[in-house]
């Protein structure tokens, strides 16, 4: 399901207003994706990619504008985080209140983005199925990536306990 939000500015969630946006950005996409879901499900689709690699809106650019490898979950922009995980939090509830048996894919622009699944599902315990790691051939070798060519992208992939919040087998 694609649900692509387009904001210029984000709500402050430390905020009561901001809450607030928060909370209708939650209720409107889990509207979207239960209507979607509905019909796809319908016409037999059992698994929903939830947006597409809002994890490069969310990156905190450095002061000359460059980007972190993002590995760590602290690399990202606490207020656009906040909304885009309302945003997920409302697809994800959506397609399960529409299909439960359906699953779940919440995905990433690849890279050393790990970071972005630490927070999502460790910290912030957004409960999906899938794992989508976009890795595109200008990221070099998957198991020997980044600046110095030897982080072992998947291995620190498989410490995600993608599993451990979740009430579904």
Known sequence: ILFAPVART???PTTSAG??????ATAAAELYAFDMASALAAAG???FELSNELDNACIQLN?????PNGNLPSMFN???????LAILRGLNTGVKRASPASKTIVNSGGWLHYGWYTRLVEQDQLDFDIIGYHWYS???DFNASGPS???????DLTKCPLRKFSSQS
């Open 78 to 84: 606490e207020t656009k985080y906040q909304f885009f």
């Open 138 to 140: 200008s990221m070099g």
């Open 63 to 67: 002061s000359q504008g460059g980007a």
């Open 149 to 155: 060519h030897t982080t072992p992208v998947l291995a």
């Open 45 to 47: 689709v059992t698994v």
């Open 10 to 12: 984000f709500p402050d």
């Open 19 to 24: 809450q607030g946006v928060l909370f209708a």
